[in-house]
Every structure is written in structure tokens, then in C-alpha cells.
């Protein structure tokens, strides 16, 4: 993986020699980084599709931002139209947060087409579930108050690391960084509409079955509401690309991406490479 650099945020990438397809650009969650995808890229280069991972604002390896509690949700948004727009219009994943972000931007016509893992909702589908309500308690002051917060480790441990190997879950929560108190409210409070009438990019959108951060629940209405496809991972939660099994649910999203038109998939004319990069900005 080569790292690059747009402005001051940085995309993990793999180039292919000979793209199938057009560059595909992974959004993480909140808490997280680019290294949610350090596993996956190989996997969508190995496909024939340019690859790159985002690291938002404030997030590893990037140094936190002095006022990450009240970074909003849009400026997410505005991190991802950057690298969108530096890979020509690609193909988007994203987890969790990173979800959200790619419904955005594909409401507004700047993907080829969006997958949405474990994605946070709009507004009119809720988040909320006893069990979250029952851990999330304790960070209102944070969230009401748009300071930075990490969940406690029992916290991730119960909520998003549920289905990780215990063995597995410490080096991932070190990994872990403080996020924003604002994002994290306007998930909850659903701030941003995604009306039908506004999406046209095609969307995969994939729910994981153990999932207490996003429960599978939320997965189904999404895809009920815009007409796309579901699948649902059996046996995972929340951090799916960490989890026993992972290649088997990545192998499912690369082939929907595979089974999109060729004038969706298929590379544009110029279209972004590792070495040459514009520099202008159901399964039911």
C-alpha cells in the first residue's frame, strides 16, 4: 500500500496495472481510520479495481484536531468529496459513519454507485436500540456538548468488538481515537434527509446479524427504502472486516460491484491510477 496525500488527508492506496474497473474508495466509522481496510484493499485490487482508503480529519495517521468535538458530519462529507473527487467519481464503501457519508455523496451524483456496511442512517430510520441507549448513557455530556469521546473498552467489547476474537479485540481498541460528540449526536438526532427522489447511483447495502452498534434492523429499512439490494452477513456484528469469515462478506460485495453495468464499473477515460493522479480537483 502506498499512502497519499490530499492536502492535509491522506489515502492508503493500491494501484492495478490494468483496471477492470473504476477506482473504489473505502470510508471508515467514527473512532476508527483508514487501517479498518488494511485487510481489504488487497482483496478489491486483486479484482482489478484501483483502490484507495480515506483517513477523515483527525484520524490515525493523521494528528487530532483541536476541535474534533464539534466536527460535523459534513465535513466528513467534505473530506470524502475531496478524495472522490482526486479518484474521479469512484466506486464507494462505507462502514458505519463512513455509510452515511457514502449516501450523501451519492445523493448528490458524486459516486458511480455506493455500498453501505452496518451504515449509520438518515433521517426517519433511527439508530437507536436498548442496548445502545444502555451504554451511550454515560457520553450524553459529550454528545450534548460536542466534546470528543471514545467508548470504554467494555463498552466496545459489548457493542462493536461482540463478534472479534477476544484475542483479537485490545490491539484493536488501541487503535481506537477520540471522535466527534457532534457527529455522533446528529447520527442519533438524524439531521440528514436522503429523500428517495434524490438518488439515482446504485447502492448495496449489507446488514451484519449480531450487530449491537447498527443492528440489522436498520440494514432492512435502508434497503426497503431506496429499492436496493440486501445482504445480510450471518453470525457477525458490528466490525465485520475484523471478524472470522470476513473474505467470505467482502467476496460477496466485489461481486455486486463486479455485476454493475459497464458504464457504472467500467474505467472512465484518465481515470485515477497509484502512479498518475489528477491533480484538478440478494441476497434478501
Known amino acids: ?26 470510508l471508515h466509522g467514527l473512532f476508527a481510520g483508514s487501517w479498518v481496510y488494511e485487510r481489504v484493499l488487497p482483496l478489491i485490487a486483486e479484482r482489478g479495481y484501483p483502490v484507495a482508503a480515506l483517513s477523515f480529519r483527525g484520524h490515525p495517521p493523521a494528528a487530532p484536531t ?26 464507494v464503501i462505507g462502514h458505519s459513519l463512513g455509510g452515511l457519508v457514502a449516501l450523501l455523496l451519492a445523493a448528490r451524483n458524486l459516486v458511480r454507485a455506493a455500498v453501505l456496511v452496518s451504515s449509520a442512517p438518515p433521517r426517519g430510520i433511527s439508530v437507536v436500540s436498548r442496548p445502545l441507549l444502555v451504554r451511550m448513557a454515560r457520553y450524553l455530556p459529550a454528545l450534548l456538548l460536542s466534546r470528543p469521546f471514545v467508548p470504554t473498552d467494555g463498552d466496545l467489547d459489548a457493542l462493536v468488538l461482540n463478534e472479534v476474537p477476544e484475542q483479537d479485540r485490545a490491539r484493536i481498541r488501541e487503535r481506537f481515537v477520540p471522535d466527534s460528540g457532534r457527529a455522533a449526536r446528529q ?34 429499512r435502508l434497503a426497503r427504502r431506496y429499492d436496493a439490494p440486501l445482504h445480510v452477513a450471518r453470525g457477525h456484528g458490528h466490525f465485520l472486516f475484523s471478524e472470522p469469515g470476513w473474505e467470505t462478506e467482502v467476496a460477496t460485495i466485489l461481486d455486486w460491484v463486479d455485476s454493475l453495468p459497464a458504464p457504472v ?8 491510477t497509484g502512479e498518475h493522479a489528477p491533480v484538478n480537483r440478494t441476497t434478501r
Open 1 to 26: 500500500m502506498l499512502p497519499r496525500s490530499i492536502g492535509t488527508l491522506r489515502l492508503e492506496t493500491i494501484d492495478v496495472a490494468k483496471p477492470r474497473g473504476a477506482p473504489v474508495l473505502c
Open 66 to 91: 483541536p476541535m474534533m468535538g464539534r466536527t460535523s458530519i459534513a465535513a466528513y462529507c467534505h473530506d470524502a468529496f475531496e478524495a472522490a473527487r482526486e479518484l474521479q467519481r469512484p466506486i
Open 187 to 220: 447520527i442519533l438526532l438524524g439531521v440528514y434527509d436522503v429523500p428517495v427522489r434524490a438518488l439515482r447511483t446504485p447502492l448495496f447495502v449489507v446488514g451484519a446479524e449480531r450487530d449491537r452498534f447498527v443492528p440489522v434492523g436498520v440494514a432492512r
Open 265 to 272: 464499473r467500467g474505467p472512465a477515460s484518465g481515470a485515477w
